[in-house]
């Protein structure tokens, strides 16, 4: 695929007139943005064409076909994604919660022990894609009411999935960040319609997508006008059955290459097991990661779902301290979010009043 | 999980009596159908208590969750699924047709071509899943509207891929054979859905789905009542990377053990290149699957779709003899589809009328 | 890599004069045969080079680099392997016997049974590949006198296993084909002295060896100057667990396009269950492989090695008749092995002696 | 498999009457040294029968079959084994070098830089196991004898690949530290000889081998007698193709919970490219890993094989520095190897004389 960068200040006659030029050069010309284009075709005959024109910045030869999530010379490395106070892509970012909210008292004792750990993001699930119909599913929109709760009560932003097209709505209005889950990273309508929102996306690699697919589902999103995109790497399907999925940390420094969007890594459902999940969460940050996601419980043995993974709340400011050392062998450095955004104190009397 | 298998015949007091006991010797009881009831516990225990019941058939001891689709003692090893004139899982059955419905006289061509080689229903997709944003989707309603007409024509059922959710109904509307692809197997909102209709429905194994997930994922379909379900193994992802996909014939194995829904294989997607289509296919007949749903085209080098690992049509009629000797092999029979449900005849006239 | 093929009858002094062209047009020329020459370079100036030697039948571009497995144009498509009566490669040829020698009388009604279902060698293993060091290793020599044995008494080739470099010698005295295991693929030492024998070896695709690596494997055996190799899919190790192996039957189409070599199925070990053998060998026979080497045995509940997959010997005779339709749907057929070899006679009686 | 530990002082007369009563309480009861019994049985049953013995520490069931891999209650969690002056397993041991060694002038100079960067110890093959017969195979003996030099020059350690079983003894004369390589860890014959020898050896864990088959090959070493055993984890075959292979991070996190052979990560084999080679070294100090092994040139656009992954060695006093902090993160130290060692000085001069 042959991308075209044009300068953001390109003259609408000017952008007419490469268009005309290009279009019958290649085929599939498409225009991603006012600044970028791209269509398939001779790399050498289309940049000769384009020699003299001032308004364009690049013409790049890409070896795949995500032209809008691809990492472009003359474009920054990493386009950061706000996230609460934090930006998700700048200094390195720190999700923390349950799999799935519970109930009010859960919620929010967690919540707090995110905040007071120097996390910057709260995850929970209201709504819970299981491998069995008759499992637990999460409590749904009152579950997205309670994290919207929370976030009131810490300051802290949420991030929950969605799994139901037609939930995209609800969702949007109560959470910071919309997660796609792996199972859904080839429910293109579910890209479509998040890519419709303007609310910042988490999209989870499937457990079978190669770093290219990964990428090109990105290009839904994107496609759709929504340029907050993180990805996350959780762990593909391999034959070692010894832990749960096989975290596929070398994904990320090959996805670092190739896109400007941050990626973050979820370590909790690779490891299958709370005492693997600060090495690998260790292992992220050293591998170049902008952050992680992270299952962190207050009890996990009684957690509704993924107890086992669950990292012990007590055990975050641990984490959070090591990572800081990571995070200096990746040469990136790592800020506690401190309480001052905490809105209206007093949390854990307003949790247990 | 311990299933219980009731009398169809079963009163409802004897139901209720069978409830009341067994419901606190174990957790999770469900009642999927009045004569199928689930829960998780011991089984001794609970068959002991249950020993003197007239009423109570089986208490099987599943090494996995899937109540409604296990192949369960005293029931049919298949439930076969109307489809047409044909019932898959008792004849082998043959579904063949385009990638993706293009235009009219695409369509009616190769469906003339399918019903002279004696195959037994049409694939064609109206809505195609592409990995990326930027290729080509399908034609949408208007496609449907075609295989509807081809129906017509040729008498032959119609099987049709949906992706999303909001489109179930008119799929529904027009087709024999709801398919659920493989990137959607786990798309547990699609699959809520389809259970919901009673239209039949051919639901493939996803990419990286365990035979067990797969039989998972068909509980959702089980689960919201509708009882008309193929499963389709198409290739899983692997290392090996001459070919598109790893067809997994173990896998059909496997679950002709552990299901009474049919199984049938797509030979090719896994393929990727004609040539191996045939060889696979056959394959598929001697393991014992119960039918094939093969990509067939009469112009695959113009074909929109997948062209490489289209057989040609005119291929189709070798492929129908070389199936009855590997059904053979298998101890089954195969059925040739023969003219006479084609309604209003002159097919290929009208076609290019 | 680009191989040139010269008629067999090429005279000494044009073979040199065409090696002084080439030998500078690329690199890397080897000269593996008096017809068979390869280098790296370009292929049009390399063509273009050789375009009036009357002795160049060929100047092929592989798109690999295994110049003496690859099948090339004006070449027969498979190249047969003698095995007793049988040759590998033309008729469909049925290998059975049990996992291990374990004693006289074990080996000798196995063979029995093997000549009697009209199957056309025997296999067993004297030396056994065990992942554990203390689990059973096999006999070892006394192993391959019972082999040599049964070969005298059944007229039935023997196959057997080789493990140590220091063996090949004893083994190849004993046995009429030797077999290297799937963990022994990239045993590069053991696969070059099996190719300084003249004995046949059917080497086995490793358990995560693509299909050209399997390819670039058997070019150790026949750079060695050993031209009798026949290849062995029998399963790869990928996500799925609800069997041993994932039986990889595209591999087999793929290598029959890419390769002379005749390529075999073992159907044993990737069913791990002795009720999924007999659906995978028909699979095997229908997916056009030139043969199957099967784990059977007359007490499959007291074998010392790999019983639950092994074949019941009373099963054999069904396998057989099944084979028959198999092959006929691949266009092949298979010849059933009299008992006019029998030297001796009286097998049952000697045995009991 | 029960594992009972006897204590090292135990009598011989307390060890025969402990065997007494156990060797008919299970089955397959071996010795494997004096102070540690396995067999296979009843864990309650064989616990009871020796509680009264005082000369028994444990009576430990081990999920799995390797009873003198597997890290056991009472002992220490890891056994360093002595590499030059570093002791893997304790302080976090860098080994570096060539893929191969190429000359002279070559392996001196980055032996040079190996040492003047703080690493532990040297590694480069002499005998390398190449997927083709056509490639580059090492220098053989006189390779051996360069390493021996580098040593001699520098005072680092060597480390080499064996790859044929009658190479060992003098692989070992000459080496610090025996590799044996991923295609070779099911190479039982080379396993079996190498636990004859008493110098350190490295296993690398197979391309597709699982954890547990991997401690269980390790155990082939040590039921040898050689009790200085290193794992290597350096990536397995997955789906993913954007990089060679898939750096498993989790089986680190997974050995050194079932383990207490030290585990060190080769980071080279899996990056493919040189600029991901110092992000999975960080990520493997980070997961907790006890070393590396990271292939090093000082021209990799001239390396003989594998010059796209070599780091060149200028990067190594980075890496180094960077590994301090990700060692820190994972509550370990990190000696700089210090100039003290280096016998007779001048090296440079030396290598250019």
């Known amino acids: 695929m042959i991308v075209i960068m044009l300068s953001e200040a390109c003259a609408p006659v000017d952008r007419r007139r490469i268009i005309d030029t290009v279009q019958f050069a290649g085929t599939g010309l498409r225009v991603h943005t006012p600044a970028l284009l791209s269509l398939s075709g001779d790399h050498k005959k289309i940049a000769a064409l384009l020699a003299d024109e001032p308004c364009v910045l690049d013409v790049a030869k890409l070896p795949a076909a995500y032209p809008r999530s691809a990492r472009l010379k003359g474009r920054p490395r990493t386009t950061p994604v706000p996230l609460g106070n934090a ?95 792996a199972r859904n990273m080839q429910n293109y309508t579910l890209l479509r319609e998040a890519g419709r929102t303007r609310v910042p996306v988490l999209m989870k690699r ?19 006008g929504n340029e907050q995109v993180v990805l996350c790497e959780r762990g593909i399907r391999t034959f070692e059955s010894s832990y749960r999925f096989t975290l596929d940390l070398g994904a990320v420094a090959v996805l670092k290459e190739r896109t400007h969007l941050p990626v973050i890594v979820d370590p909790s459902h690779a490891a299958g097991a709370s005492g693997r999940v600060v090495p690998l969460a260790l292992a992220a940050a050293a591998v170049g990661a902008d952050g992680i996601i992270v299952e962190s419980h207050h009890d996990p043995a009684a957690a509704l779902c993924d107890g086992a993974q669950a990292l012990p709340v007590g055990d975050l400011p641990d984490l959070m301290s090591r990572l800081v050392h990571a995070c200096t062998a990746a040469g990136r450095s790592l800020r506690f979010e401190t309480g001052d955004q905490v809105r209206g104190g007093g949390l854990l009397d307003r949790v247990h009043s």
């Open 206 to 224: 499937g457990l079978s997508a190669s770093v290219d697919e990964t990428l090109l589902a990105s290009e839904y999103l994107l496609d759709g």
């Open 87 to 181: 930006d998700v892509g700048e200094d390195f970012t720190v999700i923390a919660g349950p799999c799935s909210v519970e109930n009010r008292s859960q919620l929010l004792t967690i919540a707090g022990a995110v905040k007071a750990a120097g996390a910057h993001a709260l995850r929970a699930g209201a709504f819970k894609p299981r491998t069995s119909p008759y499992s637990f599913h999460g409590l749904g929109v009152p579950g997205l009411r309670l994290l919207a709760e929370a976030r009131e009560l810490t300051g802290l932003p949420v991030v929950t999935e969605v799994v139901d097209v037609r939930d995209i709505e609800v969702v949007a209005e109560h959470v910071d960040m919309i997660q796609i889950g």
